[in-house]
């Protein structure tokens, strides 16, 4: 996942360079060149965006652990992202005021106060546009945010079951093994008291046996 990141990260850092660079030379064009630069600019930048979503879905595949660091570089995009298009907003206005600037010609020279006042409104109008965006980007941060302190309550849960699974399973393998070691006993008992039974019996019989050859012994004697 990290290495399809770097590469969206390489093509954006070439898309924003070139329009950069073609932001700069809006304001110095003029008629259909400086329409096609908009226009080229304005498409380059969706492009951006798509690369920003991109980067956005890889780092919630990354593991939790090392996503931190692939959020503050996503960040650091959006924030350039965000001036990228603050500065083609700024070039368009340029843009447009030329554009009327030549086709009114003289009369355009005697509203210029007209045309302060609209580039004012707009300029107004831009920013509480942009404070929108990041309200926006701010609510969809906070969104994120909630969704992966969901994910690490899930997986903990996950893990905090699994753990007493396992410890179940622990307990449930000690009392086979007291078992086991119970019956292992009583077998033991058992083949301790026949061993002494087998032993008592033995020193019987050979007492028995012994006290008979005495007896024969002594009896075999007397008759002699």
Do not use: W
């Amino acid at each position: 996942m990290s290495s399809d990141f770097e590469t969206y990260e390489q093509d954006f850092g070439t898309i924003t360079a070139e329009v950069t660079n073609k932001i700069g030379k809006i304001p110095k064009l003029s008629g259909e060149e400086k329409t096609q630069l908009v226009l080229n600019v304005d498409k380059q930048l969706e492009e951006v965006r798509e690369l920003l979503e991109q980067m956005d879905l890889e780092v919630r595949e990354i593991p939790i652990q090392s996503r931190a660091m692939y959020n503050s570089r996503l960040k650091s995009y959006k924030q350039e992202m965000e001036k990228l298009e603050k500065d083609f907003k700024r070039s368009r206005i340029a843009y447009s005021d030329e554009v009327r600037n030549e086709l009114l010609g003289d009369d355009a020279i005697s509203s210029e106060g007209q045309l302060i006042k609209l580039r004012e409104e707009r300029a107004h109008l831009l920013d509480n546009t942009e404070r929108l965006e990041r309200s926006s980007r701010r609510l969809e941060a906070g969104y994120q945010i909630a969704v992966e302190t969901e994910q690490v309550g899930q997986e903990i849960l996950s893990n905090l079951h699994t753990d007493r699974e396992k410890i179940q399973r622990a307990r449930e393998r000690l009392r086979e093994t007291d078992a086991n070691l119970g019956k292992s006993s009583r077998i033991l008992t058992g083949m301790l008291r026949r061993i002494i039974q087998n032993r008592v019996l033995v020193f019987v019989l050979g007492a028995f046996i012994l006290l008979t050859i005495i007896l024969a012994i002594y009896l075999n004697v007397r008759r002699h």
